[in-house]
T-cell receptor
Framework: DTAVSQTPKYLVTQMGNDKSIKCEQN?????MYWYKQDSKKFLKIMFSYNNKELIINETVPNRFSPKSPDKAHLNLHINSLELGDSAVYFC???????????FGSGTRLTVV | KNQVEQSPQSLIILEGKNCTLQCNYTVSPFSNLRWYKQDTGRGPVSLTI?????NTKSNGRYTATLDADTKQSSLHITASQLSDSASYICVVSAGGTASKLTFGTGTRLQVTL
């Protein structure tokens, strides 16, 4: 059983489109995150949610909008996709903020 | 500014050999340091986590050390296997109410026959 699952695994789309990435965790964790990993393999925090509430928003363009319908889910919607959005996006969860992360397998987004 | 630097950037070793990866950080106040292994196409998986008072911690063939005075950590891999080929990421957590993780850029390890 996958603890943190993301869908889709791969996403290829044209500039200007709107797309969503879904994330679900079955670990009972209170905190969930979205990270972006660029071509240099550097992981950078985008958002953090604790019990469905946004607690960290790291200067991400407002084209990115996270949504947490419940504490087991954190989805990422991206409007007006740009070439620079191409990256691997990782969802993660932890029992409390910044402790004991479990990462998903990532979603490779390619904007053409 | 909190930073985590790792070296070398990439490393190729023969199967069965040992290797050591380095991590230097300037995160303050320090809370804990973790090493993650990230296989190609997968998410990072935690190997070890060390707090201020811990000098060394092992997980199978992986041994992490921490020198909080010099703000350095190392990850030693013993008797490497082909499956050790991956990126190894050092992550340092700042303490306090503004708890935040700072990620290193990783060391790409390739184990060959």
């Amino acid at each position: 059983d996958t603890a943190v699952s993301q869908t889709p695994k791969y996403l290829v789309t044209q500039m200007g489109n709107d797309k969503s990435i879904k994330c679900e965790q079955n670990l009972g964790h209170d905190t969930m995150y979205w990270y972006k990993q660029d071509s240099k393999k550097f992981l950078k925090i985008m958002f953090s949610y604790n019990n469905k509430e946004l607690i960290i928003n790291e200067t991400v363009p407002n084209r990115f909008s996270p949504k947490s319908p419940d504490k087991a889910h954190l989805n990422l919607h991206i409007n007006s996709l740009e070439l620079g959005d191409s990256a691997v996006y990782f969802c993660a969860s932890s029992p409390r903020l910044n402790y004991g992360y479990t990462f998903g397998s990532g979603t490779r987004l390619t904007v053409v | 500014k909190n930073q985590v630097e790792q070296s070398p950037q990439s490393l190729i070793i023969l199967e069965g050999k040992n290797c050591t990866l380095q991590c230097n950080y300037t995160v303050s106040p320090f809370s804990n340091l973790r090493w993650y292994k990230q296989d190609t196409g997968r998410g990072p998986v935690s190997l070890t986590i060390m707090t201020f008072s811990e000098n060394t911690k092992s997980n199978g063939r992986y041994t992490a050390t921490l020198d909080a005075d010099t703000k350095q950590s190392s990850l030693h891999i013993t008797a490497s296997q082909l499956s050790d080929s991956a990126s190894y990421i050092c992550v340092v957590s700042a303490g306090g109410t503004a708890s935040k993780l700072t990620f290193g850029t990783g060391t790409r390890l390739q184990v060959t026959l």
